[in-house]
Structure formats: C-alpha cells, structure tokens
C-alpha cells in the first residue's frame, strides 16, 4: 500500500517561526535525526537546458531506492503516472559528527514544453506531498521571467514570503541563487543545510533552482554545495551555462580565486571553459538564436560598499587578475566576448552600475536611457535576499554608479525578447515595492566586440 507523507507538522512549524522573523531553530528543523525510515525531504528542481526535462533532488536519512512518479493530473487512486529511477548519492558530512544522508536525483523526461505537471518522490512505497511545476517553453521565442539574488540564509530570510508568493502566484518561471546558502550550508554538522532547502522547498519543488557557488559554501572545498545540488555541465555544478528562451546564463566560480588551498590549476581550467563558450555564444549564428549573454558570479567587479572587499580595489581580482601568477583578466575576457549584463551578490545591498569597463562609463548613444547599446557590460549586485548578517552600508558613489540601496529584497529579470531585457529590484521593505528598474536595450543583431 502506498504511503504519503503529511507536511502539516512543518509547515505549522515554519508558519510560527516566520511569525518570530526566524525561519526555524536548527534543533527543531532537524527532527529527521531521530526518524528511521526514509522520509524523503528538501525537494528541489534544477534545469539542463532541455525543455522535456526537469531534474529534482531530494534527501533521505537512510539509504532508500530512487523513484520520481509524474503526470499531468492530480493523483489519485486510478493515476498511473510516468515513473522513472534515479540515483542515490551517499554523502557523509565531513565533519567530527560525521552525519550522513543519502542525496537522490531523477530526472523527469519526455515534458511537453510550457505544461503543468503533478510530481512526487520516494522509494516506491513512501512519497512525499504531491508537487506541481511547469515545464519550461523550448526554443528562443519566449520571455522567460527570473527571480535572482544571493545571500538568503537560515536566519532573517526576509525576502521568503514574498519570493514564495510570486513563484507560487506564476510571476517566477526560474529562480537563481547568486551564492551564498543558509549561512551555512555545514554549520551544525550540516542541519542548517538541511533547514535551509526545507524552507526553498515551496519555491524550489515549483521551479528551477539554478544555483551559483558563493563564499559561504567553502567548507571542505565546497562538498554541501557539491553535493546537495544538481546542475549541468559535469563540474560539480561550480561553473557551466544554460540558455532560457533568447539568453545564455554563463556562471562561474569566483571563489577559486580566494581558496587557493583547494588547488590554483581550477582557475585556468575554468578561465579556459570561459574563453571557449564565450567564444561560441558570441558567434554570429549564436547571437541570431540567442543574442543575450549574461554572468553570474558571487563576488562583484564593482561595489563601493564600506567593507572593504576585492570589488572596492582598484585592481580587483576578479576583474583584473593577477599577472604574477597568471590569472588573466576576466573583465577583458567579458569585454571581448560582448556579454551584455554581469549579475553578482556578497555585498549585501543592491547596486546598479553605469555600462562600464576598466573603470570607465561608456553609456549608450540614446540620452534618454545610457542602456540603449551599451558600449560595455552592465554590472549588477544583488545580495540583500537576507541573512543574519543583515545588510551593507556604502562609501561614497563612483563615477559608474548608476543607484545603490541596501534594502532587503531580490531582483527580478524579464527578458522580454531578443532586443530587451528589464530588471526591478524588488524591496521587502517597502511592501514589495519597486526601488529600482531598468531596461537594457540591444538592436545589433550580430556577433560583436565593445570598441
């Protein structure tokens, strides 16, 4: 007989303790250490790039058999849904405690593009509640709409309820994690982790949830981040690109460059990956079929935040490098390869900059909007989604700066079609209202370099 789960208790759990403005003491959130059968939990989705897929991890505690069941209607006693067997990863917290789970991972094949689909996971016997998502449109000629932000943790997670309002309202048909989880991801032998995707489970069992690495994930060289989430690319998820209708989201790792124990040859491994897809995306037939090209990194190029971080230096590494030890310049990269908008976190604020490049502003040609063909990438940080570190307070403006706020909240992205591109920030505390947008233009329709 075939068991579901009932979430009552955790969601009545999360419901009193975001009624405190904490989502959940790690104590009470790890109630799974004393369960002993394979409850799965901490369902989230990620996308390889294929509209008739949808990947979508889960943890149990004990070792369980891998099974995803979908359809397009609710289940009920005469579903008989498409079901397909995953894999399990057995992931031991390396930590003194040495907690272990079991990480399970399915993929969902054979998805009519842009159709609502019902889905639970278990072993076969035990499920979880019943899901449902929408698959994504395949092609270029649609406009996907993102919420992006970084720095979202356990503790003061103000942007939630309104995050899981527009994914739950259909406003949101991805979300991207700038880096930067739970703060952290390992803390308490690897509860606050667990707490964590418990509460991006609404969110994230709804829609795509692409993940950048930040500095937060660096324990025991990035393994919870490593190992708790799915994305393409065969690099542990730490850089690789997708495209969603007419744009290609690049991420890298910029923590490479800051925790050199962990090895300096993945700098030049994944500035070689760089050149070459940049190379590719910014080809002419590329740029016909998808002309945006958009990064997505944790720590900025650009910020005058009053911490004094790499993205406050003159000679930044990040942008420039580091020629005594052969790092090249990834802004130089960027710049050569047209990329039109960088997205960035860590600095807990929002800031918006003037098109710029080596430090200096080459707005657009249209007096009435500097984003209308740009000469150089635009740069954008949003890392204010919340956390127990609260928010970043600024220096003085630079010439680049555009606007700067340190309001809790998150971005949203419209990429409207192939010629425009809009980008709110959204404030939590002002009622969600809107504290900035605007509106990126680009009519060249052709591969092309920043002169």
């Known amino acids: 007989m075939m068991k579901t789960i009932s979430w009552l208790a955790i969601v009545l759990v999360f419901t009193a303790a975001e009624a405190r403005g904490v989502v959940v003491k790690h104590a009470e959130a790890n109630t799974r250490d004393r369960v002993t059968s394979p409850l799965p939990e901490q369902v989230h989705l990620s996308w390889d790039g294929d509209a008739s897929h949808m990947t979508v991890t889960w943890s149990t505690v004990l070792s369980a058999s891998t099974v995803v069941q979908y359809q397009l209607t609710k289940f009920d006693n005469t579903s008989q849904p498409m079901e397909v067997n995953g894999q399990q990863t057995k992931f031991v917290d390396p930590a003194k405690a040495q907690r272990t789970q079991y990480i399970h991972r399915g993929v969902m094949v054979d998805l009519l593009p842009k159709t609502f689909y019902y889905y639970r996971v278990g072993d076969g016997v035990t499920w979880t509640e019943v899901f449902r998502f929408r698959s994504l449109q395949s092609g270029s000629d649609w406009n996907p709409r993102l919420a992006v932000f970084g720095d979202l943790g356990v503790e003061n997670a103000q942007s939630m309820k309104r995050l899981k309002r527009d994914v739950l309202k259909g406003r949101i048909d991805m979300v991207i994690h700038v880096g930067d989880f739970g703060y952290d991801l390992n803390d308490d032998d690897g509860r606050v982790g667990d707490a964590f995707l418990r509460m991006m489970q609404p969110v994230a069992a ?101 911490d004094g971080d790499d993205c406050t230096l003159r000679d930044s590494i990040i942008r420039t490098g580091n020629r005594t030890r052969g790092w090249k310049s990834l802004e130089r990269l960027f710049h050569r390869h047209g990329v039109d908008l960088c997205v960035w976190a860590h600095e807990h604020s929002y800031e918006r900059m003037w098109p710029v490049y080596n430090r200096q502003v080459f707005n657009g040609s249209n007096p009435s909007n500097p984003y209308d063909n740009p000469g150089a990438p635009v740069h954008v940080v949003s890392g204010s989604a919340g956390c127990k570190e609260k928010t970043d307070n600024f220096l003085a403006p630079t010439e680049w700066d555009a606007f700067r706020n340190s309001d809790y909240g998150y971005m949203r992205m419209h990429v409207r079609n192939r010629t425009h591109i809009t980008v709110e920030q959204v404030s939590d505390e002002k009622g969600g209202g809107i504290t900035d947008t605007f509106t990126l233009v680009k009519t060249r329709t052709h591969g092309f370099r920043y002169h």
């Open 206 to 306: 709804t829609v795509p949830y692409q993940t950048v690495v930040g500095n937060h994930e660096s324990f025991a060289n990035f393994t919870h981040y490593k190992n708790r989430f799915t994305m393409p690319g065969g690099n542990d998820g730490m850089f690789y690109d997708f495209t969603v209708g007419p744009a290609t989201f690049v991420v890298f790792s910029t923590e490479f460059y800051f925790y050199l124990q962990f090895g300096e040859e993945q700098i030049t491994r994944q500035y070689t990956w760089l050149e070459k897809e940049l190379k590719r995306l910014n080809h002419l037939a590329a740029r016909k079929k998808t002309p945006w090209i958009i990064t997505l990194g944790h720590r900025p190029m650009y910020c005058s935040n009053d």
